[in-house]
């Protein structure tokens, strides 16, 4: 069956030292440049405030286009000039972020009364249990391709049906995420950016082969990747990914509006930089399209309320292999410039609380507690967030009001007057979804506790791409102009 239409539907400087960095994972790496990192910076006293206890995507959706009236005038105008609803598409999001984004702003849309709709034509996704979760969840969705490169060539297999398709190419929106693994500083064994024997290479390749097969029905393309992207590499003669990606779509005739973000930015008190490329077939987008995305942009809503919403004390943790030894030397090579009686008081603390971590991870909290306490954060009347699974020196922010990247089978610990082990359902919050997502798109029904925390850490931020969605709402143009004649359409 063809696609069903859609209708209307402050930071904390303080104590730190070269040999203990601290930045969460190789995700969150940062450096553009040889200029020292720094705690992110608080946003301005003049910025918005999100009025919602959690973040959600319908929340978001209505709270954006209420506080930026130029853009929902742009769209309610742009909305007089299409004669069908805009077909959508996206590879890789997630648990269907796009889709999530393109209902909730079309049903905020019908609210204001904006005649503008929408409808999914594919989404493409490897991974067999979330293509069986997004097969229910998302039933108004023409297809689920299961392979990217059959994709690209233009006939793929659809996962409801197990036949082969051939790949609508009508299409007007859509976001696309690939590999990262070739951009990591951790993999050894990184090969150029557009050699496609590697994931990230293939990945690219089949994003751009897609392109050039819509030709020029796609006028609008959000791109996710690694905030690694806008670094330097050796492997590419040192130019950044990101320039030889842009280079690429203004190639092929798009203007290019290209941004490193991270999700506490857009609301979400997550450290998530990524970089987020908006692609448009549009003269009026340059300028304008950086202009209105970065308009979104807000104050970090408080982790603490977010987290005492999101708590749910029946969800358990299963222990995990000890492991090897190795960290034992790791560990006491990074400590040894530290105080060794204040260090000793933190990991006999961290035992007492009795949570359920290895040794190996009961020292990670206990360095890391001891570095924020040097800072002055009391961890006993404050929420702070601290990732156990990450290398020394690596689990936590600067800024203590931000919790580290979510990341697939990450575990973290929870401070305050009861330390506990971060939840499932506050992963999908600190990713942007919210219950009425969690609720209306069944993610806990259809899937288990550990299928859901994996897809968390590997979905895009929900808040960042429904700011996309809006600029591209905005800016794109028509390709055919407004049509007063409703009976033109059918010509």
Same mark, same amino acid.
């Given at each position: 069956a063809g696609p069903l239409r859609k209708k209307r539907k402050a930071a904390t400087e303080g104590f730190s030292t070269a040999r203990l960095p601290d930045?969460?994972?190789?995700? #969150?790496? /940062?450096? @553009?440049?040889?200029?020292?990192?720094?705690?992110?910076?608080?946003?301005?006293?003049?910025?918005?405030?999100?009025?919602? +206890?959690?973040?959600?995507?319908?929340? $978001? +959706?209505?709270?954006?286009?209420?506080? =930026?009236? #130029? %853009?929902?005038?742009?769209? &309610?105008?742009?909305?007089?000039?299409?004669?069908?609803?805009?077909?959508?598409?996206? *590879?890789?999001?997630?648990?269907?972020t796009a889709e999530m984004v393109t209902h909730a702003v079309g049903r905020e849309l019908q609210r204001l009364?904006?005649?503008?709709?929408?409808?999914?034509?594919?989404? =493409? #996704?490897?991974?067999?249990?979330?293509?069986?979760?997004? +097969?229910?969840?998302?039933?108004?969705v023409g297809y689920i391709f299961t392979d990217a490169s059959e994709v690209a060539d233009g006939y793929a297999h659809d996962y409801r049906t197990g036949q082969k398709f051939l790949v609508p190419t009508d299409l007007d929106l859509g976001f696309v995420g690939y590999p990262c693994v070739d951009l990591?500083?951790?993999?050894?064994?990184?090969?150029?950016?557009m050699d496609?024997?590697?994931?990230?290479? !293939?990945?690219?390749?089949?994003?751009?082969?897609?392109?050039?097969?819509?030709?020029?029905?796609l006028l609008f393309l959000g791109v996710e990747n690694s905030g690694n992207m806008w670094r330097k590499r050796k492997q590419d003669a040192f130019r950044r990914p990101i320039e030889i990606q842009d280079a690429a779509f203004r190639q092929r005739g798009f203007a290019t509006a290209s941004h490193r973000v991270s999700s506490y930015e857009f609301g979400p008190p997550q450290s998530r930089q990524?970089?987020?490329?908006?692609? $448009?077939?549009?003269?009026?987008?340059?300028?304008?399209?950086? &202009?209105?995305?970065?308009?979104?942009?807000?104050? %970090? *809503?408080?982790?603490?309320?977010?987290?005492?919403?999101?708590? !749910?004390?029946? &969800? /358990?943790w299963p222990m995990r292999p000890k492991g090897g030894t190795k960290w034992m030397g790791q560990f006491e090579?990074?400590?040894? =410039?530290?105080?060794?009686?204040?260090?000793?008081?933190?990991?006999?603390?961290?035992?007492?609380?009795?949570?359920?971590?290895?040794?190996?991870?009961?020292? @990670?909290?206990?360095?890391?507690?001891?570095?924020?306490?040097? &800072?002055?954060?009391?961890?006993? !009347?404050?929420?702070?967030v601290i990732q156990v699974d990450q290398n020394f020196g690596r689990s936590h922010r600067a800024d203590a009001r931000v919790a580290p990247c979510i990341i697939p089978k990450g575990k973290y610990v929870v401070t305050g007057s009861h330390w506990r082990l971060?939840?499932?359902?506050?992963?999908?919050?600190?990713?942007? %979804?919210?219950?009425? #997502?969690?609720?209306?798109?069944?993610?806990?029904?259809?899937?288990?506790? %550990?299928?859901?925390?994996?897809?968390?850490?590997?979905?895009?931020?929900?808040?960042? =791409?429904?700011?996309a969605f809006l600029t591209a709402l905005a800016v794109v143009d028509p390709p055919w102009g407004a049509i007063e004649d409703p009976e033109i359409s059918n010509i």
């Open positions: 930045q969460l994972s190789d995700d #969150e790496i /940062s450096d @553009v440049s040889d200029t020292p990192r720094k705690a992110p910076a608080p946003a301005p006293p003049s910025a918005a405030e999100p009025p919602m +206890a959690v973040p959600s995507v319908q929340g $978001f +959706a209505r709270w954006n286009l209420e506080r =930026c009236p #130029e %853009v929902l005038e742009a769209i &309610r105008e742009n909305g007089r000039k299409w004669a069908r609803p805009l077909r959508v598409f996206s *590879m890789y999001t997630g648990w269907g009364g904006i005649d503008m709709e929408f409808e999914v034509a594919w989404i =493409c #996704e490897s991974n067999r249990e979330k293509c069986k979760y997004l +097969a229910s969840a998302f039933q108004d990591s500083s951790l993999n050894v064994g990184q090969g150029q950016f496609t024997s590697t994931a990230t290479g !293939k990945g690219y390749a089949n994003m751009l082969k897609l392109v050039d097969r819509c030709d020029d029905h990524r970089s987020w490329s908006l692609y $448009f077939k549009s003269r009026s987008a340059d300028g304008n399209a950086s &202009r209105i995305f970065l308009s979104f942009k807000c104050n %970090v *809503m408080p982790i603490s309320q977010i987290l005492a919403e999101g708590h !749910k004390t029946d &969800r /358990s090579q990074l400590s040894s =410039c530290l105080d060794q009686a204040r260090l000793q008081r933190k990991i006999s603390e961290v035992v007492t609380r009795k949570l359920p971590l290895t040794s190996r991870e009961l020292h @990670v909290v206990a360095l890391a507690a001891y570095q924020l306490e040097g &800072r002055g954060v009391d961890l006993e !009347k404050n929420t702070v971060l939840g499932t359902r506050e992963k999908c919050f600190l990713q942007g %979804v919210g219950p009425a #997502e969690i609720e209306g798109y069944g993610m806990e029904k259809w899937l288990s506790p %550990v299928q859901l925390s994996d897809m968390a850490g590997n979905a895009f931020t929900a808040q960042i =791409c429904l700011a």
